[in-house]
């Protein structure tokens, strides 16, 4: 086995090696420590410790274990990547239907930061209305963004009433839905853009999202499928790094839009 693959075996084939590992990231750790916080005895832990001590990624020093410099430089970059297997694993039925190339390149890279994911799937009652399970948090957010690339008839409603209620409402919409919102809904719309805590911008380039909802609670993406379809299913997360994540992702679209001051 080469060395390359020697040590991807020792940092990712043991849940315990693995563990272990993150845990020393934030600084040296004793064994009755180490035992402590992994909830582990000294016989398993101990045959791990020798392996990672072996392969160079640990040193002791007195009663205790940290990371070598290799190991330093190795382990952080660790969680990204496995932050991706998990999104990916929890979910994989979903994202092996979804063209995951309509994601930003900078953001795609980075798409473990959604961290724990569920997928929503409406009822057929449901099938062109945002999701209940959704409907509460998003009420109750201060912030609420959307990118989309196609039309829900709940659009005009749903967005005046919540910036009545006093959320701040930024909306990045493809150039035909703009239209159809201003040929169908021209008085909504115009009430939308008269209040001081609405913003609505129009995307010229196309959006190769179905769509994105980003609060300060949560993040709900909907992609279009490999074949180009849209299921109008929801993935939802309420992790942080996810909303920073999906803040980026309203920020990439908006800079490429021209915002909307009046009709």
């Known amino acids: 086995m080469s060395m390359e693959l020697q040590l ?8 315990k090696r693995k563990n272990l590992l993150l845990l020393l990231k934030n600084g040296p750790k004793t064994i009755e420590k180490i035992k402590t916080e992994l909830e582990v005895s000294s016989s398993p832990i ?3 410790i020798r392996i990672l001590l072996k392969d ?9 274990y940290e990371l070598s410099v ?7 970059k660790m969680e990204p990547l496995l932050s991706t297997f998990q999104v990916f694993d929890e979910n994989h039925d979903y994202w092996a239907r979804q ?14 930061e959604l961290g724990t994911c569920r997928e929503l799937v409406p009822e057929r009652t449901h099938i062109f209305d945002y999701p209940p399970e959704i409907m509460d948090p998003l009420y109750k957010s201060r912030i609420v963004m959307e990118i989309s690339s196609f039309f829900r008839p709940g659009y005009p409603g749903l ?3 919540l910036a009545q209620k006093g959320i701040e409402v930024s909306l990045v919409l493809e150039r035909p839905i703009y239209r159809k919102l201003v040929r169908d809904y021209r008085k909504g719309v115009e009430e939308f853009l008269n209040m001081e805590n609405t913003s609505l911008f129009v ?10 909802i980003i609060t300060d609670r949560f993040i709900s993406l909907s992609m279009i499928s490999k074949d180009g379809r849209y299921y109008n299913h929801e993935m939802v997360s309420f992790e942080k790094s ?3 994540w999906g803040r980026e992702l309203f920020d990439y679209y908006k800079d490429m839009s021209e915002q909307v001051i009046k009709i």
């Open 56 to 64: 160079g990624l640990l040193v002791q020093n007195e009663d205790s």
């Open 159 to 161: 967005y005046l009433d």
């Open 70 to 76: 290799k190991g330093k430089l190795i382990v952080p």
């Open 242 to 244: 996810a909303l920073e």
């Open 46 to 48: 101990m045959a791990q």
């Open 8 to 15: 991807i075996d020792t940092i990712f084939f043991s849940d």
């Open 99 to 112: 063209n995951l190339r309509t994601l930003p390149a900078h953001l795609l890279d980075r798409i473990g």
């Open 203 to 212: 995307c010229g380039d196309r959006i190769d999202l179905a769509s994105s």
